[in-house]
């Protein structure tokens, strides 16, 4: 176990390195706090909509801050973060996942996603992107993100890496990674490596189970070991504990654990206390991934693990199904001593300490909005974007496609799938395509793919990590709607492509189509510069930062 450090030790320590002043405002600020704000200072609440009553509940909880999945309009955004803010007595985090494509500010620049960035493979690029969410971040209120990650495309069936993450190669990720943190931070973001202590390996979602990292120790030290250690070289300043078990260490350290080997680090004071403070020397602060999730509530009730993720190191718990009823629930862990003092005392220290470090105890100049949508970064977003389409295969030389050769086009899809949408979205690409003179058909079910009708076959696809979807695969039968279209192979008789934009992965489910594309992301502006490369305006990536062939050797030809 780490001994306990008092106030000054943690915060003149890196990363928060605070001078005097700083350090007295922390100690000020949680010197005149009653019982109910130290309990409720633990807290980040999620805030959906413009619900005033919501709004209201939340302000009054007096949380560290909140996390906002946003809408589409910027105006309403800023005002509810400004009424947030002027409400507060502490200034309050205002955080997002800002992890590229649609999990991103949907009134902000399209940018790439993790693998789309990896398969581009350069560092000045992905320094500029993470630049541009930053500043567009920092422009609407935004001050921290809970990204980078850093997980490893190791499980080519996880949906839930996927396009999240640096792709499968450890050194990749590291400098990808550390990019995005000297980016994000330089800005006044503070960054956050997750998801400790590591994903990939496992090929199950920890929104819906408890997953497990099956490395042994030599193993983790040499993939996320390695990455979790560049991060805290790189001052990141808050690490996300998920729900994923780390059974090596556990039992190394105690052979009879038992059932304690497979429990999730966000519950794990050994995970967090010994491994990650004692082992790795992380100061910064951690916090747990979304209390609500399968991964943790399948391990305990929330009444266990709202309190639970505190007094085994987490600083802050993230997201509650309940606010109230979880506050009142950290409230009487307090007075029971679950939660030590010392415990409370730390986890104060270091979510201030954060606090002070971003500068947010200091007068806050007027947001600058106009930073938004910089017609300056909205090119350089896509030209790297336009870097990114990646050529797998094309064993019959299908591409480029001309609307004189391929005039008459058919594309089947199952549409953009979004974790937050209902129903799919409809994709840009076959206005594009027809806007460059091609005749595109969209397939619906009972149609036939008939070659004297069809020059070219598309088989677009748009699944992107899915939270909570647990498998992404090539579902024949969604796409063509009865059992005998789901078996036909059109491509003996007429041109196919396959196209990703998202999952890399489907060679697995069809490993004979003649031409395939990954394009990582399903934003229009991805759709458009994958079809420059079509067209043959704009040549291919051909670097790809996953195995795109699932270890078939067929899937090649």
């Known amino acids: 176990m780490t001994s306990p450090r008092t106030l000054d030790q943690i915060l003149s320590a890196p990363p ?108 000045a690029a992905t320094q500029e992107i993470s630049r541009i969410m930053a500043d567009e971040a920092r422009a609407i209120g935004i001050n921290w993100s809970f990204t980078p990650v850093l997980d490893i495309n190791a499980a080519f069936r996880s949906a839930i890496v996927a396009t999240r993450a640096f792709g499968a190669d450890p050194a990749t990720i590291e400098r990808h990674m550390t990019a995005q943190i000297n980016a994000f931070q330089g800005a006044g973001v503070a960054a956050t490596a997750k998801h400790w202590p590591g994903e990939g390996y496992d090929d199950r979602d920890q929104h819906l189970v408890t997953t497990i990292n099956p490395l042994s120790l030599d193993e983790w030290e040499e993939t996320f070991g390695r990455l979790y250690r560049a991060a805290i070289k790189a001052d990141v300043l808050a690490i996300m504990s998920a729900h994923i078990a780390l059974p090596a260490y556990v039992l190394g350290q105690n052979p009879q654990a038992g059932q304690a080997a497979y429990c999730p680090a966000s519950m794990s004071p050994v995970l967090n206390n010994d491994l990650l403070r004692g082992r790795l020397g992380f ?39 309940d606010p109230e009823d979880d506050l009142a629930q950290v409230e009487a862990a307090i007075a029971k001593g679950t939660i030590t003092p010392a415990r409370l005392d730390e986890a104060l220290t270091r ?19 106009s930073r938004i949508g910089n017609p300056a970064d909205v090119a350089t977003a896509k030209a790297v974007t336009a870097r990114a ?81 647990g498998r992404i695969f090539l579902d024949w039968l969604s796409l063509t709607g009865h059992l005998g279209a789901a078996m036909a192979r059109h491509w ?15 060679l697995y489910d069809a490993p004979r189509v003649p031409a395939y594309v990954n394009a990582y992301a399903t934003m229009p502006e991805m759709q458009a510069a994958t079809l420059d490369c079509m067209l043959g305006r704009t040549p291919w990536n051909l670097h790809n930062p996953v195995d795109p062939f699932c270890g078939l050797p067929d899937a090649r030809f």
């Open 351 to 369: 979510i201030l300490g954060l606090k002070a470090k971003l500068g947010l105890h200091l007068p806050q100049p007027a947001p600058d909005r």
């Open 283 to 321: 100061n910064g602060l951690i916090v747990s991934d979304a209390t609500p999730m399968g991964g943790l509530g399948s391990w305990a009730p929330a009444r266990e693990t709202q309190p639970g993720v505190i007094a085994a190191g987490c600083d802050i718990i993230l997201f509650s199904r």
């Open 492 to 506: 003996h008789d007429i041109p196919t492509a396959m196209i990703s934009f998202g999952y890399p992965y489907y």
């Open 16 to 123: 928060f390195s605070l001078d005097a002043s700083a350090r007295d405002w922390v100690r000020r600020t949680k010197d005149s706090m009653t019982p109910r704000e130290k309990a409720g200072q633990l807290f980040v609440h999620l805030l959906h909509g413009f619900d005033p009553a919501e709004e209201a509940m939340i302000a009054a909880l007096k949380p560290a801050g909140i996390t906002r999945g946003f809408g589409p309009d910027m105006q309403a955004e800023a005002a509810l973060i400004d009424r947030m803010q002027a409400g507060a007595a502490i200034p309050m985090f205002i955080s997002a996942d800002l992890e590229g494509s649609r999990m991103s500010l949907p009134f902000g620049t399209q940018v790439p996603n993790p693998l789309a960035l990896a398969a581009v493979d350069d560092l």
């Open 389 to 469: 389409p990646t050529l797998v295969k094309d064993v019959d030389g299908v591409f480029p496609v001309t609307p004189a050769k391929h005039r008459r086009v058919l594309i089947i899809s199952g549409g953009v799938v979004t974790p937050f949408a209902p129903d799919p979205l409809p994709f840009d690409l076959p206005q594009m395509m027809r806007d460059e003179g091609f005749e595109v058909t969209e397939f619906t079910n009972g149609m036939t793919p008939d070659p004297d009708q069809y020059d070219l076959l598309i088989y677009l696809l748009g699944e992107e990590t899915l939270l909570t979807r």
